[in-house]
């Protein structure tokens, strides 16, 4: 195990600036999700009432879980989930936090956050590893 790597250890990283609709829509091409919600203004907004259009869950989890392959390694990583808590909006910025609770075994249990620019937790997971 790296001595790095114990519980209490903390990450904390900007994962992304200024939220491009290119993102959003690069990632609806790479996934094959074409939900209009995520690219559709007019029927994001008139339809189905939200503000704007929104990323993908899955792309907010996709940025996240980069804070665990970094920590351990994509190799590594045994288990990783969590709940979408909150919409990200074009020009969202996102900070993710990691924490790892506990090593047991040379496995590094970890819980996730990522955060909004306005301190709105948009994604809250656990992870596993190992170390």
């Known amino acids: 195990?790296?001595?790095s790597i114990a519980a209490g250890h903390t990450v904390?990283?900007?994962l992304v600036e200024d939220l491009k609709r290119t993102t959003i829509v690069q990632y609806a091409g790479a996934s094959g999700d074409y939900n209009p919600?995520?690219?559709?203004?007019v029927f994001?907004?008139?339809?189905?009432?939200?503000?704007s259009v929104f990323a993908h869950g899955m792309l907010t989890m996709g940025m996240t879980?980069?804070?665990?392959?970094?920590?351990?390694?994509?190799e590594n990583v045994t288990s990783f989930g969590g709940r979408f808590?909150?919409?990200v909006f074009p020009g969202d910025t996102l900070t993710?936090?990691?924490?790892?609770?506990?090593?047991d075994d040379g496995i590094a249990s970890m819980t996730v956050t990522t955060t909004n620019q306005d301190g709105v937790v948009v994604f809250?997971?656990?992870a596993k590893g190992k170390v």
Not at 44 to 51: D, E, F, I, L, R
Not at 65 to 74: K, N, P
């Open 65 to 74: 879980g980069r804070l665990v392959t970094d920590l351990v390694g994509a």
């Open 96 to 103: 993710g936090k990691l924490v790892v609770d506990s090593v």
């Open 124 to 126: 809250a997971g656990q």
């Open 12 to 14: 904390e990283t900007v």
């Open 1 to 3: 195990m790296s001595p």
């Open 85 to 87: 808590t909150s919409q």
């Open 44 to 51: 994001t907004t008139k339809v189905a009432g939200y503000p």
């Open 37 to 41: 919600l995520h690219s559709d203004e």
